[in-house]
């Protein structure tokens, strides 16, 4: 892992302390437009920065988490996006342990493939939560499987499709809108909100991941992003989910496609970042 500065919010202990630990995964594969996720991992960091680590929602203080932000997985240049993600992976292996809970900052959505794959073996009955506007289920785009519209499709080859629920879709190509999969609820079929506590009691046995898109957002609250789509959540909505899982047992989350040079206000890594507090100190807040 290479070290960064400066960290994420509170996030002052080193790894032999910690039992949350955030990390980066500056990847970014092969984007046709607007590019610079692979900056979201720093732009997050730089972000926190400007929000408080107390809840007053929650009445929890990220300073009582036992945190740390271990710094960037390194990933090799001018290899294919597959050999870049095996390299993600194997770090994240070298730290990882059963106990820890992982939060990784991407990154386009394609880095969450490797963290599944590192995680996954050590939860046979994991469970995955996608927050986005995109289902990232394409075969392939641009002529590559490992891509960020394909982010999902490659994530349902290591845990199966009927274990991953997909939440707040609100486009796609009509390849991914007529092969949905078993949990796929798009906005237009209910709110994201209402889904979400809903599936709660299902989800609620099992071991679940949270990966969140910033793009689950309006463009109006997170127009910093690489595909952004209106019709989307208010923070306020996103932070109202990230609450209503808090009776699961998350054993890990991500927050991808954070692309700042697209936003010149800041606010959606301020946004993200609020968002982050809010997953950290919901599902993992009586940790010590």
């Given amino acids: 892992m290479r070290e960064v500065s400066p960290r994420f919010i509170a996030c002052h202990r080193p790894l032999s302390d910690a039992r949350i630990v955030l990390y980066g995964v500056p990847f970014e594969g092969r984007v046709n437009l607007r590019k ?5 991992p720093r732009e997050l960091r730089i972000a926190s920065d400007s929000i408080e680590t107390y809840s007053p929602a929650l009445r929890r203080d990220l300073e009582d988490l036992p945190l740390a932000d271990i710094g960037d997985c390194v990933l090799p240049d001018g290899v294919p996006p597959r050999e ?17 809970r992982p939060f990784m900052l991407g990154g386009d959505h394609t880095a969450t493939v490797a963290v599944i ?3 996954a073996p050590a939860f046979p009955d994991l469970r995955i939560l996608q927050l986005d506007a995109h289902p990232d289920t394409r075969e392939e785009f641009l002529g590559e499987r490992y891509s960020y519209a394909s982010a999902m499709a490659r994530v349902m080859e290591v845990v199966p499709a009927g274990r991953v629920y997909q939440v707040g879709m609100r486009t ?3 390849e991914e ?15 994201p909100l209402d889904v979400v506590r809903r599936l709660v009691p299902e989800l609620g046995g099992h071991p679940l991941y949270v990966t969140i898109d910033v793009d689950v957002l309006d463009p109006s609250e997170a127009p910093g992003t690489g595909s952004p789509e209106p019709g989307g959540l ?7 989910i990230v609450r209503a899982l808090a009776p699961c047992r998350v054993i890990g989350g991500d ?24 997953a950290l100190l919901a599902w993992w807040g009586d940790l010590r």
Avoid: M, N
């Fill in 84 to 100: 870049q993600l095996d390299a993600a992976r194997d770090e994240i292996l070298a730290w990882w342990r059963p106990g820890l």
């Fill in 36 to 40: 610079g996720a692979d900056g979201g």
């Fill in 172 to 174: 796609g190509s009509r």
């Fill in 255 to 278: 927050l991808v496609e954070v692309a700042q040079a697209w936003d010149p206000t800041g606010r959606t890594g301020i946004a993200a970042s609020w968002v982050i507090r809010e």
């Fill in 177 to 191: 809108w007529e092969r949905a999969r078993p949990h796929f609820h798009p906005a237009l079929a209910g709110h």
């Fill in 117 to 119: 794959e590192a995680l």
């Fill in 234 to 240: 208010r923070v306020p909505e996103l932070v109202e």
